[in-house]
């Protein structure tokens, strides 16, 4: 079972890619048109912007990733009962032994990246080393270690680069209106069927693409998650450990430093704790669900 999760998870990062430089394209050629007039264009940068972030999360994404979120790389002598569990659980994995990261933030939370086992890292919050005991962390860094043993991490890294590339265009198309970039273009196509179209279009795109990779990472988030609770279990052989762990983390306040959210997706626990219409965006299943599954097992 679990080889036939990671070559699914391998398919799956391909397909991946495809949707995302779909989502690319088409907003891609939304700014193109309202900045130049020229799908094109817009296209062909679209592209080029999606290429380098890609290339950079593959080849850079653990230092980018911990950059983003302010973590700092630790030794056995800084953190010891945090690497000494990461140590053990990655032994009992079989994988390498990945680099160990703390977050200075008191809300209770972790995750993993990198683009496979042999370059992936755990980071920590300072809060869940405060709060957690010995086996509730052993069930979280099982569950992060399971990410890594699946090779979850590599769509999450891949959808975290790929999604701030569609934000960051979105952005773009939405400054080009605010400011009125592209409206002497258009000014003469007023009259023009196919240029009201376009415009539409371009407007479209401009709001539905980030919405649209957003749902991508949902569907992509949520059973991984359950999976990984799982797993976590079968490493430590403690599932009391896991289901502790979770419910502690369903109390932890937000955590204090913003979270870009293309990345909130890598997190165990909601960084940003969304409630109401936001939450239906959420990319994990509700901690009460998790728990009562790890509880049937």
């Given at each position: 079972?679990?080889?036939?999760?990671?070559?699914?998870?391998?398919?799956?990062?391909?397909?991946?890619?495809?949707?995302?430089?779909?989502?690319?394209?088409?907003?891609?050629?939304?700014?193109?048109?309202?900045?130049?007039g020229?799908?094109?264009?817009?296209?062909?940068?679209?592209?080029?912007?999606?290429?380098?972030?890609?290339?950079?999360?593959?080849?850079?994404s653990?230092?980018?990733?911990?950059?983003?979120?302010?973590?700092?790389?630790?030794?056995?002598?800084?953190?010891?009962?945090?690497?000494?569990?990461?140590?053990?659980?990655?032994?009992?994995?079989?994988?390498?032994?990945?680099?160990?990261?703390i977050?200075?933030?008191?809300?209770?939370?972790?995750?993993?990246?990198g683009s496979?086992?042999?370059?992936?890292?755990i980071a920590?919050?300072?809060?869940?080393?405060?709060?957690?005991?010995?086996?509730?962390?052993?069930?979280?860094?099982?569950?992060?270690?399971s990410?890594?043993?699946?090779?979850?991490?590599?769509?999450?890294?891949i959808?975290?680069?790929?999604?701030?590339?569609?934000?960051?265009?979105?952005?773009?198309?939405?400054?080009?209106?605010w400011?009125?970039?592209?409206?002497?273009?258009?000014?003469?196509?007023?009259?023009?069927?196919?240029?009201?179209?376009?415009?539409?279009?371009?407007?479209?795109?401009?709001?539905?693409?980030?919405?649209?990779?957003?749902?991508?990472q949902?569907?992509?988030?949520?059973?991984?998650?359950?999976?990984?609770?799982?797993s976590?279990?079968?490493?430590?052989?403690?599932p009391?450990?896991?289901?502790?762990a979770?419910?502690?983390?369903?109390?932890?306040q937000?955590?204090?430093?913003?979270?870009?959210s293309?990345?909130?997706?890598?997190?165990?626990?909601?960084?940003?704790?969304?409630?109401?219409?936001?939450?239906?965006?959420?990319?994990?299943?509700?901690?009460s669900?998790?728990?009562e599954?790890?509880?049937?097992?």
């Amino acid at each position: 079972m679990l080889y036939d999760q990671i070559s699914r998870n391998k398919r799956r990062t391909v397909v991946l890619i495809i949707v995302f430089f779909m989502l690319l394209a088409t907003i891609g050629a939304a700014v193109g048109y309202l900045l130049l007039g020229s799908l094109e264009f817009g296209v062909a940068l679209a592209m080029i912007i999606g290429v380098i972030y890609a290339a950079t999360m593959i080849f850079q994404s653990t230092n980018v990733v911990m950059s983003m979120n302010n973590a700092h790389e630790v030794t056995a002598e800084e953190a010891p009962q945090l690497y000494h569990i990461v140590e053990d659980m990655a032994m009992v994995a079989q994988i390498p032994m990945p680099r160990v990261f703390i977050v200075e933030d008191d809300s209770l939370n972790a995750f993993a990246t990198g683009s496979s086992p042999e370059n992936a890292a755990i980071a920590a919050t300072t809060g869940l080393l405060a709060v957690m005991t010995r086996e509730e962390l052993e069930g979280v860094v099982g569950h992060e270690v399971s990410h890594i043993r699946n090779y979850d991490i590599r769509i999450s890294t891949i959808a975290v680069a790929l999604a701030s590339a569609v934000t960051m265009l979105s952005s773009i198309g939405g400054r080009i209106i605010w400011y009125g970039g592209g409206r002497r273009r258009n000014d003469d196509r007023e009259g023009d069927g196919l240029g009201i179209l376009l415009l539409i279009f371009s407007l479209l795109s401009l709001i539905l693409a980030p919405l649209a990779a957003s749902l991508v990472q949902l569907a992509i988030s949520r059973q991984r998650e359950y999976l990984a609770d799982a797993s976590s279990v079968e490493l430590t052989r403690n599932p009391q450990g896991m289901i502790k762990a979770l419910q502690k983390l369903d109390q932890s306040q937000p955590m204090d430093h913003p979270v870009d959210s293309a990345s909130a997706a890598l997190y165990i626990n909601d960084p940003m704790k969304r409630e109401g219409v936001r939450s239906l965006f959420y990319t994990h299943p509700p901690i009460s669900d998790r728990i009562e599954r790890l509880r049937q097992m």
